[in-house]
Every structure is written in C-alpha cells, then in structure tokens.
C-alpha cells in the first residue's frame, strides 16, 4: 500500500469531495444539498469537507469549475472572417452547452441551473459576477475589432455586452422554460448585431486625469503561470505590462490594451480576497469564454492579451503588491527583466500602458 504524505492526502480528499459534490449537486440541486450527505457520500467527516471548502457555495463554485475545466472541447477551427461569423459560432457554442429540453432535470448537463439565484443571492458574488463578465465582453469585443465588421471600423465591447446578454438570457430562459426558443434564431441574432451602430465610443472621462506612472527599477522574477485564456504556459519573461486587478477592477483591463502598444504584450493577473469562493467562479467564467473563442474566432484574431488565476498572490507578489483584495489596481511595466514603473490605485492599468 502506498502511503501520501500530507499535502498528497489533502489533494486525494478534495477530489473525493468535489466528486460528491457533483453527483449531490446533480441530484439534488443547490438548495437542497447537503454538507453532510456530501460527506457520507465522499467518506468523509464534515470538519474534512469544510476544511477545503468555506462554505457550501464555495464548493458548488469549484464544483463548476472543475467540470468545465474538464470537459472535452472539439478540435475546432474557426473559419470566421467577419465579426457577424464569429458572433454567429460563438453564439452556437454557447447555446450547445445549454441542456436540451426532453433531458431529465437531474441529469450532469443541468448541473449549473443554480448558478445565477445563487450568484444574485449575495452582492459578495454578484459584483464580481458582473466585472467577470464585462470582462468576457471586452475580449469578445477586442476580437470582433480584429475581424471588422462591414460598417467603419469602431470599438464592438457594446456589440459584444448585448451578444452577451442575450445568450446569458436564453440560458435563464433554457433553465426556467424549457423548450422556449428557436436556438437558431437566437444564433442568427447575435450573428446581426456586427451590423449595429451603437455608437460605441472609447473615452472614459478620468483618462485625463491620471497621474503619470513613477520610475522604478525593480527585479521582475516572476513564477511560472497558466495563460488560462489559452490554456498554456503564459509568456512572463518579455516586455510587457502586467496587471495586477481585483475581481472588483476587472474592465480596467481594457484601459491597459488600449493604452499599450499593439504588440505589446499584456498579462492581467487575477486577484482576490476571498479566493476560496471567488476564485472558482473566476475560472469558471474565463474557461468558459475560452471555449466559445476556440470555436468562433481564429488565433490569429484573438486579442494580444493574457489572463493568469493567482489565487495564492505569488504573481501579484513578483510584481511588488503584497496584499490583494477585490479593490485592487496595480500595474508595472517590464522591460529587458526589470520593472520599469508601477502605478497604483484607480487608472494604474492607463497609467502603466500609456507610459
């Protein structure tokens, strides 16, 4: 018999209680899962379920993540030229995760119908809910500014927030009204909205205002990390800016890209104060959003832009912010492995960029 040391048995324990979780999740649904019927399930005790997972949300949460993480994604290659393509498969892998109608209600596929009561249920989740995804519709929006539309060229992240709100909209209503819709007519929607003029400007009223970002000269050693937009190694050794924001100043990020040169690259660092129950929300919704982006737009239209979970604050830590929370807003710039100059604080991302 093989013997774990400790941090092998802890690792063996959390999978065996997220893998009761799930099938409790499934079964029951969020509500009426119970701590304990997960830990007779997991062969646990109840301090052991908790002492990996905060709360029970926390868990529903990682619970999440974990299957979206998992699952099998198709070896897609987008073919899309044009922002209305790509909206149009974007919107089609979207609503391809969405359960079918005539499926049971406890079947795996509905595992995630008491994500959004349970994120409204608590401003601690629903803020940060939001910036992931104002988030999602920047890079979206990034993207579809690459493939252009058949309209003057102008900023599409309002194209992509109502892309966004419409799918987040047919999967409320696949959950609460099942059979409700044509999937298509939905796809074709979004697919139409390239063509919207929204006017749809960028020019946030604080630019302005920003104080310049301070010189330092500072050691860049940054750890290794996990482009999680890509799902690869990130790139932390070049010239860059890194961006160091909280779930709270996520669109922030867009002032950091827009700021910066266009081949420069950009890396924003995830950060929070309550990384057991926010963190697996993160990943949940960027792996999502890397999903459909594998299936809509082609690699060479992705956005230059790298997004790392740091839940533990080692990277935020390399890059000189020793103490994260939701609010946080920092940024430096790397240049020949120094860092050049930081900036803190509202507008940091601008500041940094634009430097």
Not at 21 to 29: K, L, M, N, Y
Not at 103 to 132: C, M, N
Not at 220 to 243: C, H, K
Request: with cysteine.
């Amino acid at each position: 018999m093989v013997r774990r040391n400790r941090i092998e048995m802890q690792e063996h324990n959390r999978a065996k209680v997220l893998a009761a979780a799930r099938d409790e999740f499934t079964e029951r649904g969020f509500r009426d899962a119970k701590i304990d019927q997960i830990a007779e399930r997991a062969d646990l005790t109840r301090g052991a379920v908790y002492s990996n997972f905060p709360s029970k949300r926390a868990l529903y949460f990682a619970v999440l993540a974990e299957a979206a993480e998992a699952a099998d994604e198709p070896e897609y290659r987008p073919t899309a030229r044009t922002a209305g393509a790509a909206l149009a498969d974007f919107a089609r892998a979207w609503l391809a995760r969405l359960p079918l109608a005539t499926e049971d209600r406890h079947s795996a596929s509905r595992l995630g119908r008491d994500l959004v009561p349970e994120i409204l249920a608590d401003e601690r989740t629903s803020l940060p809910f939001a910036q992931l995804t104002g988030l999602s519709a920047i890079v979206l929006g990034l993207a579809l500014e690459r493939l252009g539309s058949g309209r003057a060229p102008a900023r599409m992240v309002r194209v992509a927030e109502t892309a966004l709100t419409t799918l987040h909209g047919a999967g409320q209503l696949a959950a609460a009204a099942p059979g409700f819709g044509e999937p298509f007519t939905v796809v074709r929607a979004c697919e139409q909205l390239a063509e919207l003029d929204l006017d749809d400007e960028w020019g946030p009223p604080h630019l302005p205002y920003v104080s310049p970002a301070r010189p330092v000269d500072q050691p860049w050693n940054p750890p290794a990390a996990i482009d999680a937009l890509r799902d690869e190694p990130a790139r932390l050794t070049g010239d860059g800016v890194v961006a160091v924001l909280g779930l709270h100043r996520l669109t922030a990020v867009e002032e950091a890209r827009r700021a910066a040169p266009a081949d420069a690259e950009v890396t924003v660092v995830l950060v929070t104060g309550n990384p057991g129950e926010l963190g697996p929300l993160a990943r949940l919704t960027v792996t999502e959003l890397r999903g459909c982006l594998r299936a809509a737009v082609p690699a060479a239209a992705r956005p230059r832009l790298q997004l790392v979970h740091d839940e533990t604050g080692a990277l935020a830590a390399a890059a000189g912010v020793a103490a994260c929370s939701d609010a946080t807003e920092s940024a430096v710039r790397v240049e020949a492995g120094r860092i050049v100059a930081r900036a803190d604080g509202y507008g940091a991302c601008h500041a940094v960029a634009a430097g």
